[in-house]
């Protein structure tokens, strides 16, 4: 059993981390919680039966005591991870923190090395790598199936109502105040086509843009708020009540809305907060559709799209080969391998568990936990890996912006 303290009680903190550790208790035990927010800074001391002195309200605060615990879950928003990490580092903790580690390259790079000079474990929550799903399509890859992988198509399908729910409304709709989408959203999908070529990206290109939730194409008689007399509120597929008050919307998005989750909190919190806000009146200037194409070493090419315009939230692989092909679609779980040789098509359905990210949030933490008590021997990722998905997805924002082919060797020396 590791002992954790936690910062940052929120939605991944509180309900995904945490609550592994509520339902594991011979596994992992919360020792002490710094969150601002008092409800949930006191819905964590109780689900975790925290004494006061456990408790404390900014991660400073609960760094002054020292070192609490064996390790430590910085799940913070995506500006605020740099400055606790180091701190954590600096007290020896080993880390869990959430993706991005930050919007700043020299920032990574900074928790990156941090990491060599403490020699503690920081593992970014790039939950992918730990999904049934992705880890069968390594074990084919590996395994050498489809010959030598020569070229990957990889899509990341927002979710419409996703896309209006984080990147339009909520968290994740200002790249100001959080970060580009492609780092936000996608550091997963630059993660685990690294993960899955095992070799290093060299160049990157990528075009995008916000151009749909726009003042300019807000439909006639919209309103500021879905809930206030909009006069497009029928027709229109990203209705704050479509999206939150129909029966099978998502529970977790309801309680980001209201705490509660209840429809009454929820029409509430809809009425004039930023989630019924009209789509078209947001301050979102992140993207809704973005393509990456990138060059690994040995001559392997990736193209990827990211886009939000998509009725499921998926993931869809279709990996060429030399011998084969391998396709899969996150969704339903099944990967079909195709061989060019015998002309035979095998289906393999992935067993994924009830957790988030199609079972990976839970074995997230089944490796974080097997990283502490092994003192870092065992680990599926590492700070360097991490780093290196990050500047890829930095890359691609350059490129975006700048119309021009990214070198990664030119970009990590910018930053060296
Ligand atoms: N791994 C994934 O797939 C995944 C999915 C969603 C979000 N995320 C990332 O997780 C992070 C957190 O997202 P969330 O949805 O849980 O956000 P959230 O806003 O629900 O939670 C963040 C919490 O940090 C607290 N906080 C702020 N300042 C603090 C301080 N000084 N000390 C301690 N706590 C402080 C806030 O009060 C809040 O409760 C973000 O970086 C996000 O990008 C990752």
């Given at each position: 059993?590791?002992?954790?303290?936690?910062v940052?009680?929120?939605?991944r903190?509180?309900?995904?981390?945490?609550?592994?550790?509520?339902?594991?208790?011979?596994?992992?035990?919360?020792?002490?919680?710094?969150?601002?927010?008092?409800?949930?800074?006191?819905?964590?001391?109780?689900?975790?039966?925290?004494?006061?002195h456990?408790?404390?309200?900014?991660?400073?605060?609960l760094?002054?005591?020292?070192?609490?615990?064996?390790?430590?879950?910085?799940?913070?928003?995506?500006?605020?991870?740099?400055?606790?990490?180091?701190?954590?580092?600096?007290l020896?903790?080993?880390?869990?923190?959430?993706?991005?580690?930050?919007?700043?390259?020299?920032?990574?790079?900074?928790?990156?090395?941090?990491a060599?000079?403490?020699?503690?474990?920081?593992t970014?929550?790039?939950?992918?790598?730990?999904?049934p799903?992705?880890?069968?399509?390594?074990?084919?890859?590996?395994g050498?199936?489809?010959?030598?992988?020569?070229?990957i198509?990889h899509?990341?399908?927002v979710?419409?109502?996703?896309?209006?729910?984080?990147?339009v409304?909520?968290?994740w709709?200002?790249?100001?105040?959080?970060?580009?989408?492609?780092?936000q959203?996608?550091?997963?999908?630059?993660?685990?086509?690294?993960?899955?070529?095992?070799?290093?990206?060299q160049?990157?290109?990528s075009?995008?843009?916000?151009?749909?939730?726009?003042?300019?194409?807000?439909?006639?008689?919209?309103?500021?708020?879905?809930?206030?007399?909009?006069?497009?509120?029928?027709?229109?597929?990203?209705?704050?009540?479509?999206?939150?008050?129909?029966?099978?919307?998502?529970?977790?998005?309801?309680?980001?809305?209201?705490?509660?989750?209840t429809?009454e909190?929820?029409?509430?919190?809809?009425?004039?907060?930023?989630?019924?806000?009209?789509?078209?009146?947001?301050?979102?200037?992140?993207?809704?559709?973005?393509?990456?194409?990138?060059?690994?070493?040995?001559?392997?090419?990736?193209?990827?799209t990211?886009?939000?315009?998509?009725?499921?939230?998926?993931r869809?692989?279709?990996?060429?080969?030399?011998?084969?092909?391998?396709?899969?679609?996150?969704?339903n779980?099944?990967?079909?391998?195709?061989?060019?040789l015998?002309?035979?098509?095998?289906?393999?359905?992935?067993?994924t568990?009830?957790?988030?990210?199609?079972?990976?949030?839970?074995?997230?933490?089944?490796?974080?936990?097997?990283?502490?008590?092994?003192?870092?021997?065992?680990?599926?990722?590492?700070?360097?890996?991490?780093?290196?998905?990050?500047?890829?997805?930095?890359?691609?924002?350059?490129?975006?912006?700048?119309g021009?082919?990214?070198?990664?060797?030119?970009?990590r020396?910018?930053?060296?």
């Amino acid at each position: 059993m590791i002992t954790a303290v936690l910062v940052g009680a929120g939605q991944r903190g509180a309900q995904v981390y945490a609550d592994y550790a509520r339902l594991h208790p011979d596994e992992i035990k919360i020792v002490a919680v710094a969150e601002p927010d008092e409800r949930r800074r006191q819905w964590a001391a109780e689900q975790h039966g925290l004494s006061e002195h456990a408790v404390f309200t900014d991660w400073n605060e609960l760094f002054a005591k020292g070192k609490l615990a064996d390790s430590c879950m910085i799940c913070t928003q995506d500006r605020f991870h740099v400055e606790p990490v180091k701190k954590a580092f600096e007290l020896g903790y080993h880390i869990l923190c959430e993706k991005p580690m930050s919007p700043d390259p020299g920032e990574c790079l900074e928790m990156g090395r941090y990491a060599g000079k403490y020699k503690k474990t920081l593992t970014i929550c790039h939950v992918l790598r730990y999904s049934p799903f992705f880890t069968k399509i390594k074990e084919l890859l590996d395994g050498g199936v489809i010959g030598e992988p020569m070229s990957i198509q990889h899509m990341e399908c927002v979710g419409f109502w996703h896309q209006a729910h984080s990147f339009v409304r909520g968290n994740w709709r200002n790249a100001d105040e959080s970060s580009p989408m492609i780092l936000q959203k996608s550091c997963h999908d630059m993660d685990i086509l690294c993960w899955l070529v095992g070799r290093p990206c060299q160049a990157v290109s990528s075009f995008g843009s916000l151009s749909h939730f726009k003042a300019q194409n807000a439909p006639e008689g919209a309103a500021g708020f879905c809930m206030s007399g909009c006069k497009a509120e029928r027709s229109c597929p990203y209705s704050a009540s479509k999206i939150y008050l129909r029966d099978e919307g998502p529970e977790s998005f309801r309680k980001v809305v209201a705490q509660s989750g209840t429809r009454e909190d929820v029409r509430e919190a809809l009425a004039a907060g930023p989630y019924g806000r009209c789509v078209y009146q947001c301050d979102n200037n992140v993207v809704d559709h973005q393509v990456v194409n990138l060059l690994f070493e040995g001559g392997l090419t990736v193209s990827f799209t990211m886009c939000a315009f998509t009725p499921e939230i998926t993931r869809l692989i279709t990996i060429m080969g030399t011998r084969g092909q391998i396709t899969g679609n996150m969704l339903n779980n099944q990967i079909e391998v195709r061989d060019f040789l015998t002309g035979d098509k095998t289906i393999h359905q992935i067993r994924t568990g009830s957790s988030g990210h199609g079972g990976s949030d839970e074995r997230l933490m089944q490796g974080f936990i097997r990283t502490v008590e092994t003192d870092g021997a065992y680990s599926l990722s590492s700070a360097e890996a991490s780093v290196e998905s990050h500047l890829m997805a930095f890359a691609a924002e350059e490129s975006r912006l700048t119309g021009k082919t990214v070198y990664l060797d030119e970009y990590r020396a910018r930053f060296a």
